[in-house]
């Protein structure tokens, strides 16, 4: 798929949402919410939007928001019920071809992190490679919850970003 922004913005919210409802992982609220705003001048404004209705949600919010994420090689990889996107971005970084002694690593993290938070360990895979998102899972545990929780949502919105890249065609020109 790829939408013009004059396109995305003549959609119905039911196909709006639709299309658009996953660029925040099982979060489509997200996107109704922000079919409101239309018309959206280019991609970014439309980033803009759903940056600032995740921004303004209270704490227990954002939280949520990443407690929809589901957790890098886990249960969802192994059982194939990962979304599409996530199931393609965890495999672009290699979290579907570890060796066994990373995979029980990144398993024992994981729950440490969780276990810690209340919520899992995001980081956008498209990002990272295999190392790097080790090396981040080990670095970010002993953090203070407030400061995971922010470095979380930020990379809710890398993913976002990417997300929407893959969606709606990058300033294309708008008929505002
Ligand atoms: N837990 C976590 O980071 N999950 C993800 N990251 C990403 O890029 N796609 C995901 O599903």
């Excluded at 919850?145 to 809710?156: K, S, T, W």
């Amino acid at each position: 798929m790829n939408m013009d922004i004059a396109t995305v913005n003549a959609l119905p919210y039911e196909d709006f949402v639709n299309i658009l409802g996953n660029v925040v992982e099982k979060c489509p609220i997200i996107t109704a919410a922000v079919w409101s705003r239309r018309p959206f001048v280019n991609l970014t404004a439309l980033e803009t939007a759903i940056s600032e209705f995740i921004d303004a949600l209270p704490e227990s919010g954002k939280e949520g928001i990443l407690r929809c994420h589901p957790d890098l090689a886990g249960r969802d990889l192994q059982s194939g019920t990962l979304t599409r996107e996530s199931r393609e971005e965890q495999a672009g970084s290699g979290m579907d071809a570890l060796n066994s002694a990373e995979a029980s690593r990144m398993a024992r993290l994981n729950e440490e992190y969780k276990e810690r938070f209340g919520f899992p360990f995001v980081i956008c895979a498209r990002m990272n490679d295999k190392a790097n998102i080790l090396r981040q899972l080990s670095e970010r545990c002993p953090n203070e919850r407030a400061v995971e929780r922010a470095r979380g949502i930020e990379e809710v919105k890398k993913i976002c970003r990417l997300r929407l890249q893959d969606l709606v065609l990058i300033d294309a020109p708008n008929k505002l």
